[in-house]
C-alpha cells in the first residue's frame, strides 16, 4: 500500500518511489497514477476509475498471491481515507495471507496545512463531509463534538457535483458556535496544476469555489493570521 502523497513529485517519499520501482506490478485509480507517470515508464500497470475500489483491491491481493511484488497506489496517505483500510479488510475476510506493508505518504491535509501556514499546530481532527459510505447523523455528530470541543478542523470531500448541501450545512454548524471572523484556508489542488490557496473567513468561505479536490481548515479559538499565514496558538508564553 503505497501512499504517494498530495500530487506533486517533490512530495512523494524515497519509500514510496523504491516501492514503485521495485514492484512487478502497480495498481490504483487511473488519475492518481497519471500523476506518477514518470515513475511507472515500463512498468506494468492497472487503472480503474472512481468506485472501484474493492476490485482495484481484490486484483492486487490475487495478484501479490501469485508471488509478485504488487504497489497498491493511494493518494496522501494509503491509510488516511485511503486503499490501506480497504485492503486490509479484505485480506482478512477472504483470509488471505500475503504479506502487506503500507508505506506512509503526505496527506492532502498537511499539505494544506502547510501552504496556509500551521492551522494544525495543535489538536484537530479531520472529517470527511462525503455521506456515500457514512450517515450524515454521524457526520454532523462528529462535527458538532469537534467545534465543541475547540479543535482545528479539516474538511475532506466537502461538496461535489451531486453532493452541495454538506457543505453548506457545515458552515451553518459552525457559526452555532463560533464568531463569522474566525480564519478559514481553502486551498485546492495542493501540489497539483492549478494549486490555489486562500485564507477568508467562516461566513465567507462558501464563497471560493470549493469542489472534491479541495481541503478546508477551519480554525479554533485561538487561531490568528499574520502576514499571509493562518496559525494557531500552542500556548507558548511570548
Known amino acids: 500500500m503505497v501512499g504517494i502523497g ?5 512530495d512523494i517519499t524515497l ?43 481484490r486484483v492486487a491481493l490475487e ?11 493511494s493518494s496522501g496517505d494509503p491509510g488516511v481515507y485511503g486503499m490501506a483500510g480497504l485492503a486490509l479488510e479484505l485480506a482478512g475476510s477472504t483470509g488471505s495471507a500475503v504479506p502487506i506493508e503500507v508505506i506512509p505518504g503526505v496527506p492532502a491535509s498537511y499539505a494544506a496545512s502547510a501552504l496556509l501556514g500551521a492551522p494544525l499546530a495543535h489538536d484537530h481532527a479531520i472529517i470527511s463531509l462525503s455521506d456515500l459510505l457514512t450517515p450524515w447523523e454521524l457526520i454532523e455528530k462528529r462535527l458538532r463534538l469537534a467545534v465543541q470541543g475547540d479543535f482545528s478542523i479539516v474538511l475532506y470531500n466537502p461538496k461535489s ?12 454548524i459552525l457559526l452555532e458556535y463560533h464568531p463569522p471572523t474566525l480564519p478559514v484556508g ?5 501540489g497539483r496544476p492549478g494549486q490555489a490557496v486562500s485564507i477568508t473567513t467562516l461566513d465567507k468561505m462558501l464563497e471560493f469555489p470549493i469542489d472534491m479536490t479541495t481541503i478546508i481548515i477551519v480554525g479554533n479559538s485561538t487561531t490568528f493570521v499574520h502576514n499571509g499565514f493562518m496559525a494557531t496558538r500552542r500556548g507558548y508564553k511570548l
Open 6 to 10: 498530495p500530487g506533486s513529485e517533490g
Open 161 to 172: 457535483s451531486q453532493r452541495t448541501w454538506q457543505i453548506e450545512k457545515t458552515q451553518q
Open 15 to 57: 519509500r514510496a518511489q523504491a516501492a514503485l520501482t521495485g514492484s512487478d506490478l502497480v495498481v490504483g485509480y487511473k488519475a492518481y497514477l497519471g500523476i506518477i507517470k514518470d515513475l511507472l515508464k515500463g512498468k506494468p500497470t492497472l487503472s480503474s476509475g472512481m468506485g472501484e475500489e474493492k476490485e482495484r483491491c
Open 63 to 73: 495478484e501479490a498471491a501469485k508471488g509478485k511484488i504488487v504497489s497498491l497506489v
Open 186 to 190: 481553502i486551498v485546492k489542488d495542493a
